[in-house]
């Protein structure tokens, strides 16, 4: 993107904020796990004043989950960049990317092609926005099963959030390779897939969450690559 677009999509993506959130801005900030990539994040979480109710029903109904970056996101980038093997000359498709974090990372690991994939507008804006930022070329697609037919791997972190989304794993498996990076499911052991391992980390801005969301385990439909 040029400036001038970067500068209409941070203006899109305030401009959404502040519908829910108004006294709270984006800033690019360095991520404590990869400071190599930079991000627009919340500044700050929350105005010195006491939120008002509404404004926080508004938060938990629809909130601005690519304005934060998540731990399961700063794991699995910082997997990649560590692992440049996974996805070195091929084409990864990032499933709801929200900040962009690990397609950002997969694009600097040396991937061939990266595609970021969300239903979200303002999510896929954030990913933009967030690839220009850090120099980096990707793709973006609103249409899953277009991104999945030409995918050489699949990443997604933090997507089981919602339950519903559980038969995605398997639809994902239809690439040679899947890479799953989960914090929020404690008893999570989807078929096909094998546990690399797990961290600690935190959202960041840190939300200051209950410790059992700071343990993320990577899982992938393959045990190397």
Known sequence: ??????RVGLDALHERLHRVLPAVSLVCQALPK?????????????????????????????????SFCW??????????????????????????PGSGVVAIAAAMAGAARVIACDLDQDALTATALNAAENRVNIELSQDLESALAVADLVTAADILYDRE???LLARFQQANRV??????VPDLDPPGYQLLGQWQSCTWPDLGESN???????FASEPSP
């Open 1 to 6: 993107m040029t400036s001038n677009q970067e």
């Open 34 to 66: 990869t400071p190599q990539i930079r991000l627009w994040l919340l500044d700050e979480l929350f105005p010195e004043q006491a939120l008002d109710p509404h404004i926080v029903n508004a938060i938990m109904e629809e909130p601005p989950y690519w």
């Open 71 to 96: 731990a399961s996101g700063q794991v699995l980038a910082e997997f990649l960049l560590a692992n440049p093997e996974w996805v070195e000359d091929r084409c990864v498709v990032d499933v709801g």
């Open 165 to 167: 989304n559980l038969p």
């Open 179 to 184: 890479l799953l990076a989960d914090s929020r």
């Open 212 to 218: 059992e969301y700071n343990g993320v385990r990577v």
